[in-house]
């Protein structure tokens, strides 16, 4: 059975990250402080016991020039005895209509381990991020510029990262806690994460990007084998996403991995033409996440 979390059951949450992830109890007090919220976790019990559980954490995200809310997979475990039973499946699908119901149109996740990048391709999830080479502004020269004034730190952190496309956004109340996580382990360096993207409302993303490319027009048929909602035609004209409408000239066929790809504009100058003109390229950035 699959419910929210509540204050009775935030405890088994709690326990059942300490024995998945073994985080320290530093860590721990900070995100379950800053980050955790009843309402965004799901939990599976057996019976009254919890067996595995995810958070959802709301984000904002720039996506074509526009900022979206998004949800954010975290906390995604399942007890060592209560695995390969099938509650992973059963709550990354209720985790779905959770955001189908709440208006959210996207969801990211940064897979932990490499094994898990397939793992997550059989929900609909594609890599959207790329793991950085190069490390982020550093965070404790930023604190140690503006000394006792957080929020002014914060500002300038703002300008590092609000203009960038295709970028999960931070408010004040996010860097707060990104700082007390850096400080916990004494500011390492830090650079961008790999990560992965699930399109819940293809006919919002793709009315985002018509409303930015203006001048674009193409078909799209989208194929998503858990969503039948996505699955449909689509017609991009004069800055507007038509569902089912009259078929464009140049028209494409894509699953929903590969359109979110495309979206992004993830590698899209390495597809064949047309697609790689259709779709500009960018660099989709995951950085500073509470890990």
Not at 240 to 262: S, Y
Request: charged share 25%; aromatic share 14%; net charge neutral.
């Amino acid at each position: 059975m699959i419910k929210y979390a509540n204050d009775t059951t935030k405890q088994q949450v709690y326990d059942m990250w300490k024995t998945v992830f073994g985080d320290s109890d530093d860590y721990m007090k900070i995100y379950f402080r800053e980050k955790y919220r009843n309402e965004n976790t799901l939990i599976y019990f057996e019976g009254n016991k919890a067996a595995a559980s995810l958070q959802m954490l709301p984000y904002q995200f720039t996506f074509c020039g526009t900022e979206i809310p998004i949800l954010y997979h975290s906390g995604v475990c399942t007890l060592p005895k209560a695995r390969k039973k099938g509650y992973m499946d059963k709550l990354l699908m209720a985790s779905f209509e959770h955001a189908q119901k709440n208006d959210v149109s996207l969801m990211l996740l940064v897979p932990q381990e490499p094994w898990l990048l397939k793992f997550y391709d059989k929900y609909g999830f594609a890599q959207t991020f790329d793991a950085g080479t190069e490390e982020l502004p550093s965070l404790k020269k930023l604190i140690d510029d503006y000394p006792n004034n957080l929020h002014a730190a914060w500002r300038e952190f703002n300008t590092w990262f609000r203009w960038k496309d295709m970028t999960v956004q931070k408010s004040f109340d996010d860097f707060r806690a990104i700082v007390e996580e850096a400080k916990l382990f004494d500011f390492p360096p830090k650079k961008n994460l790999i990560g992965m993207s699930r399109v819940i409302n293809v006919e919002k993303l793709l009315s985002l990007f018509a409303n930015r490319y203006e001048q674009k027009t193409f078909s799209v048929v989208v194929q998503d084998e858990l969503l039948k909602e996505n699955n449909a035609s689509f017609t991009i004209n004069g800055g507007k996403a038509e569902r089912n409408g009259t078929p464009a000239e140049t028209l494409f066929h894509v699953n929903i991995r590969k359109l979110t790809q495309l979206l992004f504009g993830y590698y899209t100058s390495e597809n064949e033409s047309p697609l790689r003109t259709v779709f500009p390229e960018k660099t989709p950035q995951m950085h500073f996440m509470m890990e």
